[in-house]
């Protein structure tokens, strides 16, 4: 009979020399070191499809004070889904700012297999999860490990895949797929994803069109590009969390992290209305965690029993207007094109209202530091454009319901 649960990761490791990254710095060896610091810290059971050469050194890691069951499954690259049509890829052109030591084709062969994995996992019925999860091997050389709820994690998963986003992608930004898989623009972080068990495998088909969409205009891009588009596709069929790759763990719950990239991405929302489909207003109801380790128990306030009434409530996080949000970082990739195009990948900076009832651009963000005021540069801000001092007499700006963490 399976093992019940509440979550359960997978994840999977492949020689570097096997995927083309032998000029990369980190090597099989230094992966296996991070993977055992995620080992160590994770109280849910973990499936592991790792390259037969390092099986072993996989299980060594394993065996050693495992808090929660693993199983480690050999499997060759050459198994992979795609990895027998590396020659057809072969002659699809790399995303324009990739890196060749990073992003070969090997490498993107793997990271497209990520659904597939998940949903081979879970047909080998060991484990009755309600929900599943993908993780990057090596996440821990990006990501912040420390603070990391993961009882809160599984409590509030939802049925619907659940993506780390850090700039939501509009329709309107996937009609020309082929000026869009020009580069990767930084809006997914795709080490860590969730969802039930019936949304993994709709993931998986609709991870098989969308390459074959990607060969249609004969460009080879990440598994990141890919979910982007997804989101674009079915804004329905996801929920969202705001990160960069260092908080993609630690804000899975709260926003903890990564503040200015949550702000900007709210900004960017509002700005090009994405409201609906960038910014999730409600945290999925949580449900009981099972997990039998005490040093993973959530303090989570919603289902702190000193809150009455606190579990079935749905919390909010409220975002300051988009003119009291400056920008003052672009997308992860600038175009060398000019026309619309071009300006729809950069954040322009919004003009904020002053008290005296002129505007002007908003500062970056050294001016901002550098004067004894807020963001506008009026000292009666404190740093905060949501707190208005009654001297300032300028009316406190109304908020709007934003993203959860």
């Not at 324009?96 to 297999?113: C, E, M, Q, V, Y």
């Not at 420390?146 to 509030?156: F, R, S």
Request: hydrophobic share 35%; net charge positive; glycine share 8%.
């Amino acid at each position: 009979m399976p093992a019940a649960t509440d979550l359960t990761l997978v994840t999977g490791f492949w020689d570097p020399r096997t995927l083309g990254r032998e000029r990369h710095p980190r090597t099989a060896d230094e992966y296996l070191r991070l993977f055992a610091q995620l080992h160590a810290r994770v109280p849910w059971p973990i499936v592991v499809w790792v390259d037969p050469a390092w099986a072993d050194a996989v299980n060594a890691i394993v065996a050693s004070g495992a808090p929660a069951p693993r199983r480690v499954i050999p499997r060759a690259f050459e198994d992979l889904p795609h990895a027998k049509e590396r020659d057809a890829f072969a002659s699809l052109r790399v995303f324009d700012n990739h890196d060749p030591r990073k992003d070969t084709l090997g490498f993107s062969i793997a990271t497209w297999a990520k659904p597939e994995l998940v949903v081979d996992a879970i047909g080998l019925d060991e484990f009755a999860s309600p929900r599943w999860a993908w993780i990057d091997f090596g996440i821990a050389h990006v990501a912040d490990l420390g603070g990391v709820d993961w009882c809160a994690i599984a409590t509030l998963a939802p049925e619907r895949l659940r993506l780390c986003t850090m700039r939501a992608t509009a329709p309107a930004e996937i009609e020309d797929l082929a000026e869009f898989y020009r580069g990767n623009r930084g809006k997914i972080a795709g080490g860590f994803f969730t969802g039930g068990a019936e949304a993994m495998r709709g993931l998986r088909a609709w991870f098989r069109k969308e390459l074959e969409r990607m060969r249609a205009v004969g460009r080879l891009v990440s598994d990141e590009q890919i979910l982007a588009t997804l989101t674009a596709r079915a804004p329905e069929a996801f929920e969202r969390w705001y990160a960069d790759y260092a908080g993609i763990l630690v804000n899975y719950t709260a926003i903890r992290r990564d503040v200015t990239t949550v702000l900007d991405a709210l900004a960017d929302c509002r700005q090009r209305s994405l409201c609906a489909i960038g910014t999730d207003t409600r945290r999925p109801r949580p449900r009981a965690c099972s997990t039998t380790d005490s040093s993973a128990r959530t303090t989570w306030s919603d289902r702190s029993p000193k809150s009455s009434g606190a579990s079935s409530r749905r919390s909010t996080i409220t975002a300051p207007p988009a003119s009291a949000v400056p920008s003052t970082r672009g997308n992860r990739w600038s175009s060398r094109t000019s026309g619309s195009s071009a300006s729809s990948w950069r954040m322009r900076r919004p003009r904020i209202s002053h008290p005296g009832g002129t505007s002007r651009p908003a500062p970056s963000s050294a001016a901002t530091r550098s004067r004894p005021g807020g963001r506008c540069g009026c000292p009666c801000t404190r740093g905060d454009p949501r707190r208005r001092r009654s001297s300032c007499g300028s009316p406190r700006p109304s908020t709007a319901a934003g993203t959860r963490g």
